[in-house]
């Protein structure tokens, strides 16, 4: 699902007021935390809903079958996107594996306050089932372009935009992040940046 109604923005509204975690940031990025204690947003978490389009999938997309989730290990301040890929079905029932098995995004992460988590995406990890049309097993890493090389970027459209004498705006690298709207042991609701809304849960509810 990727179109916003009413309702369901009214319902995570009304869910967000409800909110039982003071702080769902605890934790994240601090590897001198207690070790008894349990960060809030520790471990692995499955996509429900996201008003994304990118991060929805469904057997009659052209991308195809997926679940999507994260793991997050909150000591350390990494989250880990997963997105894993259902094989294909043939007319006689049999599966046969996507050339492309898996994605894995790899971020860094820090909090900004009580509830909000700053990110840096570093890599992503395509796992494939072939090369080229030999059944191999295999991971290529696309390096994500960091901060630096996007305030670069950033600096030199700026320059231009002076030197040409352009009546524009200055732009600004935007920062990645999402917002904890509502977090329990079980479900967890978060709006991003770009104003996206997730709702994951955990695997064994």
Same mark, same amino acid.
Request: proline share 7%.
């Given at each position: 699902?990727?179109?916003?109604?009413?309702?369901?923005?009214?319902?995570?509204?009304? &869910?967000?007021?409800?909110?039982? $975690?003071?702080?769902?940031?605890?934790?994240?990025?601090?590897? $001198?935390?207690?070790?008894?204690?349990?960060?809030?947003?520790?471990?692995? #978490?499955?996509?429900?809903?996201? $008003?994304?389009?990118? =991060?929805?999938?469904?057997?009659?997309?052209?991308?195809?079958? =997926?679940?999507?989730?994260?793991?997050?290990?909150?000591?350390? +301040?990494?989250?880990?996107?997963? %997105?894993?890929? !259902?094989?294909?079905?043939?007319?006689?029932?049999?599966?046969?594996?996507? !050339?492309?098995?898996?994605?894995?995004?790899?971020?860094?992460?820090?909090?900004? +306050?009580?509830?909000?988590?700053?990110?840096?995406?570093?890599?992503? !990890?395509?796992?494939?089932?072939?090369?080229?049309?030999?059944?191999?097993? #295999?991971? &290529?890493?696309?390096?994500?372009?960091?901060?630096? %090389?996007?305030?670069?970027?950033?600096?030199?459209?700026?320059?231009?935009?002076?030197?040409?004498?352009?009546?524009?705006?200055?732009?600004?690298?935007?920062?990645?992040?999402?917002?904890?709207?509502?977090?329990?042991?079980? &479900?967890?609701?978060?709006?991003? +940046?770009?104003?996206?809304?997730? %709702?994951? !849960?955990?695997?064994? #509810?």
């Amino acid at each position: 699902m990727s179109q916003k109604r009413p309702e369901d923005l009214k319902c995570i509204e009304e &869910l967000s007021k409800e909110n039982p $975690t003071s702080e769902a940031t605890l934790g994240l990025g601090d590897k $001198t935390l207690d070790k008894t204690l349990k960060p809030p947003l520790e471990g692995a #978490w499955n996509l429900l809903f996201s $008003t994304a389009a990118d =991060a929805s999938f469904s057997r009659d997309s052209k991308r195809g079958d =997926a679940t999507a989730g994260n793991i997050v290990d909150a000591r350390k +301040g990494k989250i880990t996107n997963v %997105i894993k890929f !259902a094989p294909a079905v043939d007319d006689e029932g049999n599966e046969k594996p996507k !050339a492309v098995d898996e994605l894995r995004v790899k971020l860094t992460v820090n909090a900004e +306050g009580p509830n909000r988590v700053n990110l840096v995406f570093k890599y992503v !990890a395509v796992k494939f089932t072939k090369f080229f049309f030999l059944p191999l097993r #295999w991971t &290529l890493y696309i390096p994500v372009p960091g901060p630096t %090389i996007g305030k670069l970027v950033i600096g030199l459209s700026n320059l231009k935009r002076r030197l040409l004498r352009k009546n524009e705006p200055k732009r600004e690298l935007p920062k990645a992040f999402f917002d904890v709207l509502f977090l329990d042991k079980d &479900l967890r609701v978060h709006k991003t +940046g770009e104003d996206n809304i997730f %709702i994951q !849960a955990r695997p064994e #509810w």
